[in-house]
């Protein structure tokens, strides 16, 4: 009875969520906005959220109440005690992040009444994103092994059905004037999503049924009957695309007929996949005896490292590969619109941006990605890769600049669009304010003391989302820091050379301070990790952690230097520029047979220090 409960709570929990991300998603950039402003067509779309979040936040509720007493086996009433109930939301981590869940919901509900700006909107669908990934690391993909495998699929999985679940009820639920608009732009976004959606539920099943066995368990037959109705969807979504094709005599009533006989469905397969992430899936016969090394990482121990080993190794990190994937078909189709409008990109800043992204996947799924779970060592080639050599290849590939020029101009003249919205975030207060030159420096190198020097570190590398947020952490801040000082985007705020060059040197001083202040350290600082993975290899883990501040220290100076001579090179190159300029208006002026700039500069000076004597007469 309980079982039941709870799989009901998580479903009516996840489909109130789709419908909230789907609507704020169609709020946020599918209907029209007047400049940034929403219209108020938008008034629908606002109590739908307020409705469905409220919705989210109440089953949410249950959800917890229910999954508590599922794991004690006692009544909903007996967990109804405060103490019982405390120490599950605060002290264990599955109830922190259905909490966490619920506190969102409930924010997003009582907030979005008052939206105004599709800017807004953004955040909060941003928000509700975080929200319904949490409960992922906590689901039992996270017991399994191959955890970069089972959770990296569920997360995506978990996306990618909120914006095409979400989304193709929201647009049911759309008046037929803010339909006809929306549906060209999600049809798109709903391809990817489904595309996304298949993939990673395709390989989440293939994570739990690898054993002859698990198919013929109920778990594996309702996989069956997903993957079937699934292929209905798609052909759904075939039909779609065909009858927008038929522009302009698009046949809105029986579109619309699809679209609500489509969100019926995707109702019946959320229902399913609520079964299942609530039901244990199949497991072994035979127990395999406990291998820490296993339990913890989610991988086998691997051999001693050797250089082949690193080059070859690879452990799918299916959420990194993922983002990664993601990045890099933005990337092509923007390159792939300008060449058909027949502008040109530089092939150079292509190659940039593919050596990054490879760098942030070795340092994440291959060999470095693969050791660093088990050496410190390792685990700060891996740093020093994803937050100083990838983010310079990345922001050298010029992604701002490639997609202001390429991302879709508003559709009637007065919405902000994608693009307007990009505009407006890099000149908000925000990115000024992170686009200070300190501000970088202090996110780029302070992260290094906030992490290694405190309990954070230890703390993270005990868990998957923990290591998930060390990576992503240090690429984003590598990217601002490179964009600020040798970045080709727009920049919200001109930094003058001398100033980058300055910041520069404060960063590798930093650096050299931590990386010294690490190789003197005489305990451990990653709270008995290490030692719990039973590591048979290089066995002295202070010298190891030793060796890891040395290899900051060498690998972290090097690409700053490349920073340095680089803007050493921008700086000549901007004042041979200027000479070059002055010189041309200096022979423009002698051919108009009028003063140039420095003799005007100089009459000036004369006719002030004219006037000061006067003054004084
Ligand atoms: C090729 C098609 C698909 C396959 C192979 C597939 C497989 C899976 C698997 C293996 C899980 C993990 C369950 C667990 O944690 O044990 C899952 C979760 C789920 N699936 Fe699918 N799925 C597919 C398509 C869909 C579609 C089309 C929908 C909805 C329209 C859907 C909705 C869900 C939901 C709601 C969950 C639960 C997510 C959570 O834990 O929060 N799936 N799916």
Redesign the pocket.
Known sequence: MISALVTAS?FLS?LSSFITIGALLTLAFLILDKEGKLSTSGSKIKSIISYSALAWFVSSVLNILFTLANILGQSVTSVLDLTVLQSFVFQISLGQYLLFQALIALFVAITSRALTSSGYTAVLLLISLLAISA??FQ???ASSGSHALAIGS?LI??LG?SF??GGVIAIALLNEEDRKVSLPRFSHLALWSAIA??IS??I??SV?LNFAAAWSTSYAYV?IL??V??AV?LFFGYKHRSYLAAKPSVNWRAMTRLISVEAAI?IF??A???W??SNQ?PVRGSQEPFNAALAITGIEMPDAPTFTRILFAYDPDVFMIGLLVLAVALYIKGVVVLTRRGDKWPVGRTISFALGISAIDFATSGGLGVYAHFAFSWHMVSHMVLGMIAPIGIVLGAPITLALRTLPQSRDGQELGLRGLLIKGLHSRYARIITNPVAALAIFDGSLFALYFTSLFSGMMQSHQGHLFMGIHFILAGILFFYVIVGVDPNPRKVPHIVRIVILFAAMSIHAFFSVALMSTSTLIDGGYFESLQRPWSSDLLADQQAGGAIGWAMGEIPILIALVATFIQWMRDDSRETKRIDRNTARMAALGQPDELAQYNLYLSNLSKKDREANQ
Do not use: D, E, F
């Open positions: 998580k996840v409960p992922v689901s039992h993909s569920l999985h978990v059905l095409w679940v959606v298949v539920g395709v989440n099943a739990r996989v997903k993957v109705i699934t969807l995707m397969v959320t399913l996949g609520s299942l992430s899936p």
